[in-house]
């Protein structure tokens, strides 16, 4: 199994509806999450921490369940500057790394 | 906003060259990485660094790769004899905490 896994996608998704990434990870001793995006060819920019249960930053909602060993991102009322890659990302404590999932591609249509 | 920034933006090189690619982390940071990113594939890490000495490094990290931080401010990525397939986009990141940021990086083509 795959550290950190998520669906490639693309994700084709109109202007204005909402659309939601899973991403699972192996190892139940990670302790914090993130959410990165990508654009093409660019560096991937911090999108939100999830530290707890998850957290809400405007029209992004990000959602931790430790039970089941996943991670969740909402995105409400997209935008076309919302397409883009969504990195899954889990840090290890035990050794400060960061395991990056593959990411999932959305694409955002007028 | 402070950033990170990467020089140069692009370095082209013939296979078995080497080549140094710069870095300068945001500056209050303690914790720095390496990263690469073959075009169309995952974020690899490659290294990190704190407190003057590598913390952690991946297996793609191998002899033929070192860093260093000669002064207050830059973080450098050397690569003594490139091959084809270091052909990549080699990201720093830094971070004081968790939450790491990275640089514009710079676009490594080997020939």
């Known amino acids: 199994r795959k550290e950190v896994e998520q669906d490639p996608g693309p994700f084709n998704v109109p202007e204005g509806a909402t659309v939601a990434f899973n991403c699972t990870y192996s190892n139940s001793a990670s302790q914090s999450f993130f959410w990165y995006r990508q654009d093409c060819r660019k560096e991937p920019k911090l999108l939100m921490s999830?530290?707890?249960?998850?957290n809400e930053d405007g029209r992004f909602t990000a959602q931790l369940n430790r039970a089941s060993q996943y991670i969740s991102l909402l995105i409400r009322d997209s935008k076309l500057s919302d397409s883009a890659t969504y990195l899954c990302v889990v840090y290890m404590d035990s050794n400060y790394q960061l395991i990056w999932g593959a990411g999932t591609k959305l694409i955002i249509k007028p | 906003e402070p950033e990170v920034t990467q020089t140069p933006s692009h370095q082209v090189t013939q296979m078995g060259q080497e080549v140094i690619l710069r870095c300068v982390p945001i500056s209050n940071h303690l914790y720095f990485y390496w990263y690469r990113q073959i075009l169309g594939q995952k974020v690899e890490f490659l290294v990190s660094?704190?407190?003057?000495?590598?913390?952690?490094k991946s297996e793609i990290f191998d002899d033929q790769f070192s860093v260093e931080r000669p002064d207050g401010s830059n973080f450098t990525l050397k690569i003594r004899s490139t091959k084809l397939e270091d052909s990549a986009m080699y990201f720093c990141?830094?971070?004081?905490?968790?939450?790491?940021?990275f640089g514009p990086g710079t676009r490594l083509t080997v020939l």
């Open positions: 999830v530290y707890s249960s998850g």
């Open positions: 660094f704190y407190n003057n000495e590598i913390s952690e």
């Open positions: 990141a830094s971070s004081f905490n968790y939450e790491q940021f």
